[in-house]
């Protein structure tokens, strides 16, 4: 059974820096792409972040430069560090399973890890 | 960016009534690359389509997905309880990868 277990979330003044982790469980995680992927109080889904199962990265415009996805195999984990973070970086963050092949899209969900920016 | 457009923005029916839900793409969807997802209240989103029209794993025949290039469609031929929920079309075909604002299928 696939599991993603989000965890560092937490409150953060604005400027600050986090990183959340994503243990994964239930499959081959060298072989898949992986997601993060937020959703801000009462609002829609924003994705955030992907990294391949080559190490090929991609972010969202309002994250750019100041998110860093990674991921470390041998322990099944992708992390999204955050720094300079802003009031508007609130949300639920959720991590996300991608497939093995073609293009990065979640596929699985965990239930996320909630970070609240605020003074 | 692409931007997602969806359509309605609230649709209000009954159980047993054909849902139909609209994503419009700012610009032609890379190979079609369109999916859907369901969120239910404090629950973390499903994939319900991928490919424009490609069930997921456990997905029921219910839910089908049409649509290329710009114009997508999500259809839910009978709705069942479950099935009240919010609806986002998401496309994956291009960086940055984008949502739609969501579709509310509420009970009338």
């Known amino acids: 059974e696939v599991q993603l277990l989000e965890s560092g979330g937490g409150l953060v003044q604005p400027g600050g820096s986090l990183r959340l982790s994503c243990a994964a469980s239930g499959f081959t995680f060298s072989s898949y792409a992986m997601s993060w992927v937020r959703q801000a109080p009462g609002k829609g889904l924003e994705w955030v972040s992907g990294?391949?199962?080559?190490?090929?990265?991609y972010y969202g415009d309002s994250v750019k430069g100041r998110f860093t996805i990674s991921r470390d195999d041998s322990k099944n984990t992708v992390y999204l560090q955050m720094n300079s973070l802003r009031a508007e970086d609130t949300a639920l963050y959720y991590c996300?399973?991608?497939?093995?092949?073609?293009?990065?899209?979640?596929?699985?969900w965990g239930q996320g890890t909630p970070v609240t920016v605020s003074p | 960016e692409i931007v997602l457009t969806q359509s309605p923005g609230t649709l209000s029916l009954s159980p047993g009534e054909r849902a139909t839900l609209s994503c419009r793409a700012s610009q032609s969807v890379s190979n079609n690359y369109l999916a859907w997802y369901q969120q239910k209240p404090g629950q973390a989103p499903r994939l319900l389509i991928y490919?424009?029209?490609s069930r997921a794993t456990g997905i029921p025949d219910r839910f089908s997905g049409s649509g290329s290039g710009t114009d997508f469609t999500l259809t839910i031929s009978r709705l069942e309880p479950e099935d009240f929920a919010v609806y986002y079309c998401?496309?994956?075909?291009?960086?940055?990868?984008?949502f739609g604002p969501g579709t509310t299928v509420d009970i009338k």
């Open positions: 996300a399973k991608g497939p093995a092949a073609g293009p990065n899209l979640p596929t699985y």
């Open positions: 998401q496309q994956y075909g291009s960086s940055p990868r984008t």
């Open positions: 990294i391949g199962n080559d190490d090929s990265t």
């Open positions: 490919g424009a029209s």
